[in-house]
């Protein structure tokens, strides 16, 4: 790390601790060249996600894109913003371990799959929309995969 000041090659790590609730690390430097002291921080660097649509092209993940598919599923029914951002922020975070580059069906799927514990009647609702139901059919086979499910 290049000191800020006198931009010496060498400074020495002087403390490290955790910051922004552990998801960095700050650590305080000491030029050994001047003495100058200054704060660094260490982040893992997120890639960016990209989202393959079903026709092909791509776009960048949008989070906000999930949770308002979710509160379209469960308007009306007993599930709170908290438990709405937790979904979300799971689906993202599974999808930031496969790779940086998913799906649009993949994402649906993510999201049903956690859907589904958390209410049956948003579960069906988003299904619905996500798997293009026809008629009630359509309704009816994926009622009994649920009840496979679960």
């Given at each position: 790390?290049?000191?800020?000041?006198?931009?010496?090659?060498?400074?020495?790590?002087?403390?490290?601790?955790?910051a922004a609730e552990?998801?960095?690390?700050?650590?305080?430097?000491?030029?050994?060249?001047?003495?100058?002291?200054?704060?660094?921080?260490?982040?893992?660097?997120?890639?960016?996600?990209?989202?393959?649509?079903?026709?092909?092209?791509?776009?960048?993940?949008?989070?906000?894109?999930?949770?308002?598919?979710?509160?379209?599923?469960?308007?009306?029914?007993?599930?709170?913003?908290?438990?709405?951002?937790?979904?979300?922020?799971?689906?993202?975070?599974?999808?930031?371990?496969?790779?940086?580059?998913?799906?649009?069906?993949?994402?649906?799927?993510?999201?049903?799959?956690?859907?589904?514990?958390v209410d049956e009647?948003?579960?069906?609702?988003?299904?619905?929309?996500?798997?293009n139901f026809d008629?009630?059919?359509?309704?009816?086979?994926?009622?009994?995969?649920?009840?496979?499910?679960?």
């Amino acid at each position: 790390m290049h000191c800020p000041s006198c931009h010496a090659d060498d400074t020495k790590v002087v403390d490290s601790r955790l910051a922004a609730e552990g998801s960095a690390i700050r650590r305080r430097r000491q030029c050994l060249g001047c003495g100058y002291r200054f704060t660094t921080y260490e982040r893992v660097e997120e890639l960016p996600l990209v989202v393959t649509k079903s026709d092909g092209t791509t776009q960048p993940f949008d989070r906000d894109k999930i949770v308002h598919g979710l509160r379209a599923a469960t308007k009306g029914r007993s599930v709170d913003d908290i438990t709405i951002a937790e979904v979300a922020s799971a689906v993202e975070d599974e999808l930031r371990l496969d790779g940086g580059e998913v799906t649009s069906s993949r994402i649906g799927l993510a999201v049903l799959e956690r859907l589904r514990v958390v209410d049956e009647v948003a579960y069906m609702r988003f299904a619905s929309v996500y798997k293009n139901f026809d008629g009630a059919a359509d309704f009816q086979s994926e009622l009994e995969l649920l009840k496979k499910l679960s």
